[in-house]
């Protein structure tokens, strides 16, 4: 890590002008109008009905002052913000979900939303909604799981109207999309049976915060299997190579015919591990991964996958504006995640 | 994309008994002590020395009441938030900066600020800053460049104390850390010149937003070629497999020996197209990436690559802090980003 050089203390200088902050007070002033004009003009009211002159001599006071209307300010006067708040992920997201972000974030500034992500590092669980409801969002989205009951009615309580989460089980009180990660693993598990394959390892990583996914994954495979001749074996996996490479070492022991490495990126890494070890891919071992990441397609043999269909940005978005509108709205969980096997090379 | 199911009209039962929100007046009626006792307790303002069964009591009422305080309602009655704003990156990020990132926000909240990203998905520059400057942060960080001296001084006019911007170059008013991508390239380069390579491609990713990062990288390889006989070639290269397949195809008519990829994911994707078109990797065509990824490690050959010192998350953080406590704080400027190259089989 680069140092960032301490800033001597010579360098404080005096206070350049201290201008004050302005306020509408200041814009309603320069402008002649009452403030609850500014309001009016600034916060494109509909209800109220004002001259073009007069908005425009609003507008141009409020840039010449370089006047910003105040967000919490405005939300006291209301009663509720229109800050939807989403958690950032605590573990690294790939691009499949930065996408899904992207889509939602701008279908809910399009809903007039603003969406802001909160940092809760070593947060977790109901004490991470305690933090959140601090800022009094009119809408939480949760994108994992990992909150209970307790933490929905911190944030209800503190006046957020909607709770949407993103999880593999339904939660009291909340909206929940269920993303069925045991369908990803029942896809694969069916896949590799289909393909003949029988004696099925399923890569468990290590990393903390992935076992809301892998484990329903591992369900599913075992419920893949159920009623066939197929077995299920867990091979627990740190992300680096020295682990993947004592894998490899072990792979005929083991006496496997076929590995679901969880996603792509850890089958990449199991991939180069069996190939330096030269075990045949998919001859002795089938490989196959989940997300449908460019880098499976970059890998020769070329890595099958699970592709996953997430929900589209903007349905999420008018089911998150519905309930803060109808904040009586029973919570209703739905099935959203699809799961289509990609076959190409490695299974 | 899977399809929400519309919820229908018929789930929308009446409020269950609509709580209202409980205040800091609810929870001083409770205890029996003032509102001012409560905002000391509940903000641990060591300025008010208040007995240990007072601060029971009141932790006592707000657990039983579900009381949270309101950030900005404190925030308006400081005059300041504890809030530092990063505007959520418009391109997606990889790993590297997703520690950094985590460590910032873990060093900022061990300071007792509140870090929130927030999105800004449509709004670049100075209209972005107008967002921000809702939030009244107390602090801003920018974690890429894009924002001119003008939106700083919506910002500061706005509230912040401090504007702190990760870029490749200065701007008026804000404390910035110079990134200087230039020497990612000039690295790359000089490593390349002394391999022997003298007809060198440069990648030039045509994703927006990149251009940032690529411009000054490919400078930084113009730069070290200066005064040898090498000579710089640019590669302009959608992210995709057709586009890397066009480049392969043409190569040997291009007449290069040698290609800074940008980074470890375009050179993967361009490593695999030269192989793919039978090309050999180092002899024929050299390849160096960027960033020092593990899938970097995976490839045969292994990949060179250039491995970036980012800011320690810590360091900045301590910045923010000083600039915060120290308005008049003239604005610095370090540069912070550290390049080494990582010479492994590929160069």
Redesign the interface.
Known sequence: ?????K?PSE??????L??S??TSADVARLAGVSRATVSYVLNNTSAVRISEPTRRRVHEAAKEL?Y??????R??RAGH?RMVLMP?PHV??G?LY??F??EL??AL?RLDY??????G??LRGDEAA??W????PVAVIVPSGGLGPEGV??LK???ARAVVMLSPEAVDGAHV?ILDHGGVGYSAGRHLIERGRRRIGVVVPQEPGLGIYSRPRLEGIRRAVNGTEATVTELPLA???QAAGRLAANWRSLDLDAVFAYND?YA??VM?ALQDEGIGIPDEAAVIGADDL??G??L?PRLSTVHL????GR??A??VD?AVR?????P?T?D???ATVMHRESS
């Open positions: 890590m680069v140092q960032i050089p800033v360098s404080a200088l005096p206070s350049p201290q201008r902050v302005p370089g910003v209307p105040h967000a919490a300010a939300s006291l913000s950032t690294a997201v691009g930065s996408q972000f992207n974030q701008w500034s603003t969406v802001v992500q909160y940092g590092v070593g305690r933090a409801a601090e800022l009094r009615a911190v309580r503190s006046g999309l992300y680096d190579e990126e990449m890494l180069r460019m880098l397609r970059l020769r269909d997430l929900p589209a349905d999420l008018e089911l519905r109808e904040p009586g709205l029973a209703t739905h959203v995640l699809g």
